[in-house]
């Protein structure tokens, strides 16, 4: 393999990992350095998560935007560094506010998925940029799997222990990249940085008006409202449906995040050739509504636990809708491209949580008139809907295929 585009990969597999390393530690740091109740600290890792999307969301195509001016490589590598550095704080950190303040640098460093996404297209023949991209979904998946599990065996280390170690992947990672990254930028695609460009709002106007890729970013957007009720609410309804303990949500999430990347980095090759990008993004809402509704229906955590990988299967949604709106815009638009992406991504990730989590207490406070702890996977399954009909939606300007 490219060792570039290898190095992308590690790069998005870092930035995986570093959100889920963290995971096992949070409420017992949250405690070390504010104190208080396991309930309080719940709330203030509410408030790192969502200041770290928010970050996302803002720096997104700031990032993206950066990249199509200066080049891939150096926007990469100092973020890399600053990441770092931001790990080293985190281990440090004596307060909730460093704490906070290590969550706000870290997700403006981490805003360089769009910079990787823009500099694999760079890196890609048109045919293969779909492909690709599911490379990085791969990287994504096997960082979700390794993230909780090594930062749950390095908390036998001490609460501080999995940032120094991201720290020092984040570090190796950087000089990996200064070793085999070149520029991919070149003067023929390069183009001006514009700060009314690079903001989200900013950015999505200049795209919109490509109305293909104003109607596939909605598309996009609405598909990870959908997908997020995994993350945000699949450890409380393992527990109030199935009585499963940590261990076991953490057993379905790992088979889940595996099953991920063998579909984007494998199964999503062959659904391209079988049934092209269009036909991959239909066929994969439509099982995502199958399989949100068999999740909210199911009793049995056996069948939980197979329903679970199979439900990744929608999973070649995301890298073919990246695809099809890469080969529709410009080489010299391709860091901005990915900058939305990112900025839409995260903005689902800001939004859906809130909803996801009030549609559970809804249906599971002791005051609900019917409890149905499986209601935001139906909530899931009407928006995966919503997507698939806006998707095949006729343009006046005619149709992406």
């Given at each position: ?17 570093g ?69 080293v ?48 979904g ?30 020092f992947?984040s ?98 090759r ?6 092209g ?45 990246q ?67 806006i ?11």
């Amino acid at each position: 393999m490219n060792p570039a585009i290898l190095f992308l990969l590690f790069t998005v597999l870092l930035d995986a990992m570093g959100i889920g390393l963290i995971l096992p530690i949070m409420p017992d740091l949250i405690r070390e350095v504010q104190g208080g109740t396991l309930a309080q600290a719940a709330l203030w890792g509410g408030v790192l998560s969502t200041s770290f999307a928010v970050m996302q969301f803002l720096f997104g195509p700031v990032i993206g935007g950066m990249s199509d001016r200066f080049g891939r490589r150096p926007v990469l590598l100092v973020s890399l560094v600053v990441m770092c550095l931001d790990y080293v704080l985190m281990a440090l950190a004596g307060s909730i506010w460093l704490l906070l303040a290590g969550r706000i640098i870290g997700g403006v460093a981490a805003s360089t998925q769009s910079t990787a996404n823009a500099c694999m297209a760079d890196l890609s023949a048109p045919e293969n940029k779909s492909a690709n991209f599911g490379l990085i979904g791969v990287a994504f998946g096997i960082g979700f799997v390794l993230g909780p599990l090594i930062g749950g065996l390095l908390a036998e280390y001490g609460t501080r222990a999995p940032f120094w170690a991201a720290a020092f992947l984040s570090g190796l990672n950087a000089l990996f990249g200064w070793l085999v990254l070149g520029e991919t930028v070149t003067d023929r695609i390069r183009r001006a940085f514009s700060w009314r460009r690079a903001n989200p709002l900013g950015t999505l106007r200049a795209l919109g008006k490509l109305p293909q890729i104003r109607r596939l970013l909605l598309v996009y957007f609405i598909y990870q409202f959908a997908f997020i009720v995994y993350p945000t609410v699949w450890a409380y309804f393992g527990h109030a449906r199935f009585d499963w303990s940590p261990a076991m949500i953490g057993l379905s999430l790992g088979l889940f995040g595996i099953a991920m990347a063998v579909v984007q980095g494998g199964l999503i090759r062959i659904a391209l050739r079988r049934f092209g990008e269009r036909g991959t993004i239909v066929y994969g809402l439509l099982f995502s509504i199958v399989s949100y509704l068999a999740i909210a229906l199911v009793t049995s955590g056996t069948v939980a636990l197979i329903l679970t990988p199979l439900a990744a299967l929608g999973g070649v949604i995301a890298p073919a809708l990246q695809g099809t709106m890469s080969k529709a815009t410009g080489d010299d638009q391709q860091g901005e491209l990915q900058g939305a992406m990112v900025s839409v991504n995260a903005l689902a990730m800001i939004l859906s949580p809130m909803v996801m989590t009030s549609v559970f207490y809804s249906f599971t406070a002791v005051t609900a008139s019917t409890y149905f702890p499986g209601a935001p996977f139906v909530l899931s399954a009407l928006l995966a809907g919503l997507a698939l009909v806006i998707y095949l939606r006729p343009l006046a300007a005619g149709r992406v295929t």
